[in-house]
């Protein structure tokens, strides 16, 4: 049998211009970060584009694409276009006073074009009061308004949102090695699935965030092995609850060591590679020596206490709890005689 042929969200967007059957809200799902941002990029600069080009290929569909050339996509990509309205989360969410904002901007109309196009990256980190406000506005669209929703998952977003868009999935796509070998290099940490973690999985690009992350991965692993873990829990603490983002990749961290630390015990991910290693599963292999001590010095049902410990945070950063209260949770775990890793 034939495989399906996978239609890219530009034809089908393309398709709907040429018919003049656009949707009024879609929503991009699938792939990683950079890929959606990329793509959300493509398609803004066809809704804007002055003038079209026609891909017409002998015997197949023509399709359009931005021509790149005009007014409008040259504002487009500078990120300048007075009628591409972008939203993102500003720390952890994506806030109501943001989607309130932009129920202001869409009740008049395009300035410059005849259709305005409204971008909300990560709706998956839109705080709950936001995502009713936004579905209200997809209750209800404004003319000549084209939201372009993304997210990773559609499963983790409200069904009410969903049902209301057109959804235009993105096929799997990983980074090369040579990309993670020059983050690698730039960064000055060495090729790990943690890096790779961070770069595919976080969309973390940046190289100061990627190596916050590593610094928080550093100071997490000093805490646990530290002799004093009251005065330990004091500098930590206060390291993390810098910001949200701090919290938030602590909590990232905490769960992947976690994770690795219940692979090296041998009590769970039974599943190995085809030379019966499990090494070569750990997350963290430019530190598996030190996860080694770790997991010997600990027991399984304390790892196991503090998976949920850790889950139990994640919540309370959806519900946008203070981050000091956050890190402290997730430290305070280890003061406790029991549960002590390394140390008093």
Known sequence: MKEPVFITPRKILSRAICMQRLAHAYLLAGGNEPLRAQSLKELSMLLLCDSPTDTAVKGQESFLRPCSRCTSCIKVKG??????????????????????RLQEQVKFSPLEGKRRVVVINQVERMHPSAANALLKLLEEPPTHTHLLL?????????????????????????FSEEYVSEISSKTGRGPSEFLRFLVEYLSIQDEEKLS??????????????????????????????????????ALEVA??????LLLISGKTLKTTNKKGNKQDLVMHQDIVPLLGQLAERTNYDTLVG????????????ERNVKPEMIADFILAFWLKKSNCMLGT
């Not at 990120?79 to 309130?100: M, N, T, V, Y």
């Not at 990773?152 to 796509?173: D, N, W, Y």
């Not at 503090?306 to 950063?317: G, L, N, V």
Request: overall charge positive; some cysteine; hydrophobic content about 40%.
């Open 79 to 100: 990120g300048i276009h007075p009628d591409l309205i972008e939203i993102s989360p500003l720390g952890a969410f994506i806030k109501i006073e943001q989607i309130r």
């Open 150 to 174: 993304s997210s990773g998952s559609i499963s983790i977003l409200l069904p009410t949102i969903v049902s209301r868009c057109q959804v235009l999935r993105l096929s799997t796509a990983s």
């Open 212 to 249: 916050l992350a590593f610094e928080i991965r550093d100071r997490i692993i000093k805490f646990l092995i530290s002799e004093n873990k009251s005065l330990s829990f004091i500098e930590t603490g206060s390291f993390l609850w810098n910001s949200p983002e701090s919290v938030q990749l």
């Open 255 to 260: 769960r992947t060591l976690t994770r690795d």
């Open 306 to 317: 503090y998976e949920k410990r850790i889950s139990s945070a994640r919540k309370m950063a």
